[in-house]
């Protein structure tokens, strides 16, 4: 049986060296592929040499650890023969809402700087899951994978914001009032949320995270990392050859991709 595989996601570079050396003392059969200085080539590395483990620090340059995590899982291939999704270990300095976020989504983690002593539980777990992973199908693991990540996205519980109605938007020099329930879907672009109606688009200035607590989540369902559609504006859903969601909408041409991460919530259409 070949030894296991692990890349390391750390954008400083003593960190990820200790790391490396903690592991080959904690789990010497461990084979560290890369040491990864940022998320954009952590996620290209994870894809190209596809690892039995990956370590993500949280906060990196490019893409944190959490966007590799979704976008990785968005960009795993399946089927026959194809690797299993890899276990995921988040590495993060001390932060109370975070490591509630992890433990909600059964999602192992370590805290900087990393002891051998914690190291050493998190191997144990990862050794077991491992074993479990492979007396299982590789897509039973990568929905598993799915949920957790989806578990850890779920906002965590607070005070009621209130509901946006009227949203104020540019078009051109002018301003124009929309109500939500004309929204088609949000969509984010750089520094805008494109607000997609069945007449036109405007754009207002804020992200998708700032907007998303504002709308009735029975309402607006995220279905991709960029996405916002309003339910009741959807026709139909579409699975391609390849086995990739998009959604035809009431009074607009576009179809919308759905991301592997929310892909559950059209099963039944």
Do not use: C
Not at 70 to 92: C, D, M, S, Y
Not at 198 to 213: Q, W
């Amino acid at each position: 049986m070949p030894s296991p595989t692990a890349l390391i996601a750390e954008d400083e570079p003593l960190l990820a060296k200790a790391l490396s050396q903690a592991l080959q003392r904690t789990w010497p059969q461990l084979d560290v592929l890369q040491l990864a200085p940022n998320g954009i080539v952590a996620l290209e590395q994870a894809l190209a040499l596809r690892p039995d483990v990956l370590f993500l620090d949280i906060k990196m340059p490019g893409q944190s650890g959490l966007e590799v995590a979704r976008e990785l899982a968005e960009q795993w291939p399946q089927g026959p023969g194809e690797k299993p999704f890899p276990l995921i270990v988040f590495v993060t300095a001390y932060d109370e809402h975070a490591l509630e976020a992890f433990e909600r989504a059964a999602i192992d983690y370590l805290l900087k700087p990393v002891t051998d002593a914690r190291l050493g539980s998190t191997v144990q777990r990862l050794q077991t899951l491992l074993a479990q992973r492979s007396a299982s199908s590789q897509d039973d693991y990568l929905e598993l994978a799915l949920a957790r990540l989806r578990q850890l996205a779920a906002p965590a519980e607070q005070a009621a914001t209130p509901r946006l109605e009227i949203i104020r938007a540019a078009v051109g020099n002018r301003t124009r009032l929309i109500p939500v329930e004309e929204v088609l879907y949000f969509e984010a672009t750089d520094k805008y949320v494109n607000v997609v109606t069945a007449d036109g688009e405007a754009l207002i200035r804020t992200s998708l995270r700032e907007l998303l607590p504002q709308l009735d989540g029975r309402q607006f369902w995220q279905i991709h990392r960029g996405t916002v559609v309003q339910v009741r504006k959807v026709q139909a859903a579409l699975r391609d050859e390849a086995g990739k969601l998009s959604l035809v909408l009431h009074d607009r041409p576009e179809k919308l991709p759905v991301s592997r991460l929310f892909a559950h919530l059209f099963k039944q259409m």
